[in-house]
């Protein structure tokens, strides 16, 4: 999981980083990046095969050039997927809080896939439609709860499958978007600044817990 201390980040370096959204059909992948990156919020579910955002973002004071891909969750493109995941800085890989098998998903199918292609990539836990959850528990609809994700379940998969951090949002109220990149962006900092100094005598390059895909070896991304 991600440490509490901040990463150096060298502010007269140019900084590019490339992030992977990863997930289910209708989980949400497309919202959050939308939401994110242009302040609107989708108001018509249109699926996706391949997208990309290309901008600048500010973290810590210093400047990203962000390249964000937004891939599709249909089995029949999945031989298609792996195009999407060269020279990825982080995969941010979502399921919905409303269904308890997409994060599943998540753990076994969708981190599998990543890491196939992408052994050494952190891989980051997002759980979307935190508004849809929330509204059941103002409701008190405990049946329809059952099938939802509890605080409890995200924070033990997150541990178990070794992912660098976990997130829950919503794209549509806007809360917790900025989380979700925020940790992205230290968690990719923090895997360069191992590249540029690697641990005395071949230590275990983790990031304040278990490694998810062994050291980093190579830089500019951690797919090639």
């Not at 497309?30 to 989708?42: L, R």
């Not at 089995?75 to 792996?82: Q, S, V």
């Not at 405990?142 to 939802?148: G, I, Q, R, V």
């Amino acid at each position: 999981m991600v440490s509490g201390g901040e990463p150096q980040i060298d502010q007269d370096q140019e900084h590019n980083m490339k992030l992977v959204f990863v997930g289910d059909t209708a989980v949400g992948k497309t919202s959050i990046i939308m939401t994110w990156t242009q302040e609107a919020f989708p108001s018509l579910y249109e699926p996706t095969v391949f997208d990309t955002y290309n901008g600048t973002k500010m973290y810590k004071g210093c400047e990203v050039k962000l390249q964000i891909w937004d891939t599709a969750g249909h089995e029949d493109l999945g031989r298609l997927r792996p195009i999407a995941y060269a020279n990825t800085d982080c995969f941010i890989i979502c399921f919905s809080l409303m269904q308890r098998d997409s994060l599943e998903n998540a753990c076994k199918k969708w981190i599998s896939e990543v890491k196939t292609t992408a052994k050494a990539c952190p891989c980051i836990l997002v759980g979307t439609k935190l508004d849809l959850r929330e509204e059941l528990e103002r409701l008190g609809d405990h049946e329809k709860l059952k099938n939802c994700v509890s605080d409890a379940e995200i924070e033990a998969a997150a541990k178990k499958y070794a992912f660098q951090a976990f997130v829950m949002c919503s794209a549509k109220e806007k809360k917790g978007l900025n989380k979700v990149f925020h940790n992205a962006f230290k968690v990719v900092f923090q895997m360069k600044a191992i590249e540029k100094n690697p641990p005395a005598g071949g230590a275990d390059a983790s990031i304040g817990g278990p490694p998810s895909g062994g050291p980093v070896k190579k830089k500019g991304g951690c797919c090639k």
